[in-house]
């Protein structure tokens, strides 16, 4: 790549080599004939090399890596980079007006909506032109996502670890935990990936909500890819202290409610439990009955419920079983302090610690 000339980023318009266009690209009109804008960045590098998409709201309330996606069009110039930028601040542009996973008109869900057609029904007229005009011009992508109302994840990414390419990608953004599998056949992520355009998704916290520790890694983890692919060859790809690759089915289960009633979460500060440890409990307005949720198998938590009241049911937290070997590495770092962060992390997944400081 190094001494082929750089390109124009090519959608409707061109960006030429040394430009950086903040863009308002039609997607749609409201009921009132007003236009629908999706804001768009593209930092196109003075020299040549990999165009790397970055996405978040496709779910109009996961908020988390909309802050990613500001800060990364604001902090690279054209001078920094061999390659090609293409941030698409806001993907769901009427879920995000309305503070919503879906588009509101007949709930569609956008990232159920890819490749889209051009003839089809809002999400995937949608889809049809963000895919097309700014997504197939990519060679890889990030797609951000939080975890839906009501509930948190830990800072994990989602990727078919199957395919190399993607693998190479989920190694140099280097989060902790890596969900493996394919996804959904029509998500953003499955459909580019299948395009040839390796990508992935990065879950985050919560919806609704800043959570700027999240932010952070969020940022070092672009950063690392970005070396990775030397669209910033000066810097360095960071690996994590350990990594768990969590496979199958069989190594992770959502914990359910088999009661109705007022929760308790009482794991933490760490999202490491031992089998038989109490997670939450689950009582009744009178005090006089209280059902202990235990581990039913040494893990990591990484995703729990928020809304503090539950029915039989229920999902109370998403528990990934490990190994002893990553738990004597998790364990380990604990010791040392290396976990620190985690535990900060940990007490904030918890409720509204975010405030608090
Ligand atoms: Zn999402």
């Known amino acids: 790549m190094a001494d082929t000339s750089p390109e124009p980023f090519r959608y409707d318009a061109e960006v030429d080599p040394g430009e950086t266009r903040h863009v308002r690209y039609e997607i749609g009109e409201t009921y ?3 236009p629908v804008e999706i804001p768009i960045t593209v930092v196109n590098g003075e020299k040549a090399g990999a165009t790397v998409f970055l996405t978040a709201a496709l779910h109009g309330d996961e908020l988390n890596g909309v802050k990613v996606l500001q800060e990364v069009a604001d902090r690279y110039e054209p001078s920094d980079l061999h390659g090609t930028l293409v941030c698409l601040h806001v993907v769901n542009v009427p879920g995000y007006l309305a503070q919503q996973r879906d588009i509101p008109i007949y709930d569609q869900d956008l990232n159920r909506s890819f490749p889209g057609r051009e003839r089809s029904n809002t999400a995937e007229r949608m889809a049809y032109q963000i895919y097309e005009r700014f997504i197939s011009q990519c060679d890889l992508g990030l797609d951000f996502h939080t975890s839906t109302r009501n509930r948190t994840t830990m800072y994990h990414s989602r990727a078919d670890m199957s395919n190399p390419a993607v693998e190479r990608l989920a190694e140099a953004f280097g989060a902790n ?3 493996a599998g394919a996804g959904e056949d029509t998500s953003l992520r499955s459909v580019a990936t299948a395009d040839g355009i390796p990508t992935i998704t990065i879950e985050m916290g919560k919806a609704h909500r800043f959570q700027r520790p999240l932010i952070d890694k969020a940022l070092e983890g672009v950063e690392s890819v970005l070396a990775e ?3 910033l060859p000066d810097e360095s790809v960071t690996r994590p202290g350990w990594q768990k690759i969590l496979g199958g089915d ?3 289960r959502w914990l359910r409610a088999d009661t109705g009633g007022l929760v308790d979460m009482q794991w933490g ?13 689950i009582s009744d307005h009178f005090s006089t009955e209280e059902h202990v949720v235990e581990a039913p198998f040494t893990g990591l938590l990484v995703g729990v419920l928020e809304n503090p ?3 039989p049911g229920h999902p109370l937290c998403h528990l990934a079983r490990i190994d002893s070997e990553t738990h004597e590495e998790i364990e380990a770092e604990i010791d040392s302090g290396e976990f620190d962060g985690y535990r900060m992390l940990g007490v904030r997944w918890m409720g509204d610690g975010e405030e608090a400081e």
Not at 269 to 281: F, K, N, Q, R, S
């Open 32 to 34: 009132l004939g007003d």
């Open 177 to 179: 935990v890596i969900l």
């Open 229 to 231: 692919y030397d669209v």
């Open 250 to 252: 069989q190594e992770k």
């Open 269 to 281: 500060p760490t999202p490491l439990v031992h089998e038989g440890e109490t997670i939450c409990a």
């Open 309 to 311: 009241v539950a029915l």
